[in-house]
């Protein structure tokens, strides 16, 4: 470390050359005074190890970004993070597009961070841009907080190279992200995803003291403000999606919405004007931006009931049937209902998606009666969502597909179907996340608000609940109960083992036979491109060897799937039981599910042997 340096900051040396070159480069290219506040007590505190956690090592540029706490450190949100990951960005992209320096960036934010912290949303797009505009090349800068889903919509619209989401969704509110979509407007994928970690790293110095000026998005003329023309062609194009204005207007229902803390507020208001209904009731607490969540101890709407207070306190005393949640950057949907004498039904993403997919496919119907428009039209799911959407498709007559876990791999799989005329109507993937219609590449909250709403009022006319419309698909085309968990295990070898057990359950290169006494027919491992279930025994979902995925189809009918999360120190666990129609005897189901389960982890994971930590959601 340079003596003037270590005079500066009144320390002689870590004892660690590796740390004292990390705390060098760190003091030498941050400008925030915020974050080096941070490292300079962390060194003259002599908290080593604190600074190892901090400084030597970086963040995963991992599924479609960066998601990690705001502070100091190359494994933290913050200025000097975002600019390095923006200038590898702006290399990477400037290599792939000939027309790169015409067609620009495009970049939005939510409320994350107090401004005091240096770390906040606005500040880190503002920087964003920054790096962007010093190589003259143009930015769409949002000049306010936007829905997430906005920005790979502008993408597209726009005809943009790329976009730049700053978010950390429903994360707790210490964190922030760094979210990266393609010219396609889907999340990016590989070998893009790759390729510009390696850019990121070959740019880690800050290109000039003007990556640093958030203010030169004020008087740079190559910055644009596409606010309020992507908002009125987000809104007209949502109109797409309204089949009953008529009977909206005249909606005797009445709708609660949290935007939880975020941005979804005014972009719901608007989505439900352009249905044709009164405004939804706000939650007064919630309704504004607040990135402390004061009111939520976790500001994921997906955690349920629990979360849910506020909102269906507030429906009670507004006589509101429906409520519907936002979460912070509006891309995911909670939705619950008053059923009367019943209490608050909260609908889980897969009972949500079964709805949806119904509405979306009764209302195509009603508009394409020609039996062959049907051939092109598509609904999606990931692989570990419920397969409702599959029975839905066979018996109807549309296509059904599935893809990895996550919804970068449906965004691209929608862009793919387009370019060959076919049409997406519905996508989901469990954890609360919706796509109606094809729009936006992405799951969107705003959207599916409104169209709730919507397929709400419908039913309400012809007696109906959502409940009771549930009840009606599963009675018709057979009942989809599914049950997801997960087990913590801090101990990574410890996953390995686990997976490589099952792999080789019965001797080398053999996978467990039956789980709960019952016949397990078909065994895909994607980890290994494994898939009993084809001629070839090759999975037709692609390979993905960054994570442990398997799933077992039983001849009882439970689909079941271990997983290990992306994020975090987890093997989740996916089961479903898909009965034939008019099997009606629902305990009967679910005690079958719940011992299929408890067999899965028990046998499978075996919970005390390894030291794993149960947990049920």
Not at 173 to 183: L, M
Not at 191 to 216: A, G, T
Not at 229 to 244: A, V
Request: one cysteine or more.
């Amino acid at each position: 470390m340079d003596a003037d340096l270590n005079a500066n900051i009144g320390l002689q040396g870590t004892g660690d050359p590796q740390l004292d070159k990390a705390v060098h480069q760190w003091l030498r290219w941050d400008r925030n005074p915020w974050t080096r506040a941070q490292v300079e007590a962390l060194v003259g505190g002599g908290a080593l190890e604190e600074l190892r956690s901090r400084l030597c090592s970086r963040m995963s540029f991992g599924t479609a970004g960066l998601r990690a706490p705001m502070g100091a450190g190359f494994n933290r949100i913050n200025d000097l993070t975002v600019i390095q990951s923006t200038q590898g960005l702006f290399s990477y992209l400037s290599r792939y597009f000939p027309d790169f320096g015409r067609r620009g960036v495009v970049v939005g934010f939510d409320t994350r961070g107090q401004e005091a912290s240096g770390c906040s949303s606005l500040r880190l797009a503002k920087l964003t841009a920054a790096v962007v505009l010093s190589r003259d090349v143009p930015v769409h800068l949002f000049s306010s907080y936007v829905p997430t889903p906005y920005v790979p919509y502008a993408v597209k619209k726009l005809q943009a190279a790329a976009g730049v989401m700053i978010t950390a969704s429903h994360n707790p509110k210490e964190d922030n992200g760094y979210k990266v979509y393609w010219c396609n407007g889907a999340q990016i994928s590989s070998p893009h995803d790759k390729e510009i970690l390696r850019s990121i790293e070959e740019e880690l110095e800050p290109w000039s003291v003007s990556c640093w000026d958030e203010e030169v998005v004020e008087h740079c003329p190559l910055r644009t403000d596409p606010l309020s023309h992507i908002n009125s062609c987000y809104m007209d194009e949502l109109s797409s999606l309204c089949f009953h204005r008529d009977l909206n207007t005249r909606c005797a229902l009445k709708f609660v919405h949290s935007s939880f803390h975020g941005v979804g507020h005014v972009f719901v208001q608007q989505a439900f004007q352009v249905f044709g209904f009164a405004p939804p009731i706000a939650v007064p607490e919630q309704r504004d931006p607040d990135p402390d969540f004061p009111t939520v101890r976790c500001p994921n709407p997906e955690e349920g009931a629990s979360v849910l207070e506020l909102s269906l306190l507030l429906a009670e005393k507004e006589n509101a049937r429906v409520v519907v949640v936002t979460d912070p950057d509006a891309d995911r949907l909670a939705v619950a209902e008053n059923v009367d004498g019943c209490g608050w039904k909260v609908f889980t993403g897969n009972e949500m998606a079964a709805l949806l997919g119904w509405w979306m496919f009764f209302n195509w119907k009603e508009t394409h009666p020609d039996p062959g428009d049907t051939q092109n039209v598509f609904m999606l799911a990931t692989t570990v969502s419920s397969k409702i959407l599959q029975t839905l498709a066979r018996i109807e007559g549309f296509n059904y597909e599935e893809t990895l876990p996550g919804f970068k791999w449906i965004g691209n799989r929608i862009h793919e179907l387009s370019k060959t005329g076919n049409r997406v109507i519905f996508s989901f993937e469990e954890s609360i996340g919706f796509l109606c219609g094809s729009m936006v590449p992405e799951k969107d909250g705003v959207s599916c608000a409104v169209v709730v709403a919507e397929m709400s009022s419908y039913l309400y006319e012809q007696k109906l609940s959502l409940k009771q419309q549930l009840l009606n698909i599963y009675q018709t085309y057979g009942y989809h109960m599914s049950r997801t968990s997960y087990v913590v295990c801090n101990d990574p070898p410890t996953i390995l083992k686990i997976f490589a057990r099952i792999r080789n359950f019965h001797g080398e290169g053999s996978y467990p036979e039956t789980c709960a006494g019952v016949r397990i027919v078909h065994v895909r491992d994607v980890t290994t491109g494994y898939d009993s279930s084809q001629p070839d025994c090759k999975s037709v979902l692609p390979v993905s060897r960054s994570g442990q995925m398997i799933t077992f189809t039983l001849q009882n009918g439970v689909v079941a799937t271990l997983r290990t999360s992306g994020t975090e120190p987890k093997i989740k666990f996916y089961s479903e039981l898909c009965a034939a129609p008019g099997n009606s005897d629902v305990s009967f189901l679910e005690a079958e599910l719940k011992k299929v389960t408890d067999a899965l982890v028990d046998d499978f994971l075996e919970p005390e042997k390894n030291n794993l930590i149960r947990r049920f959601v």
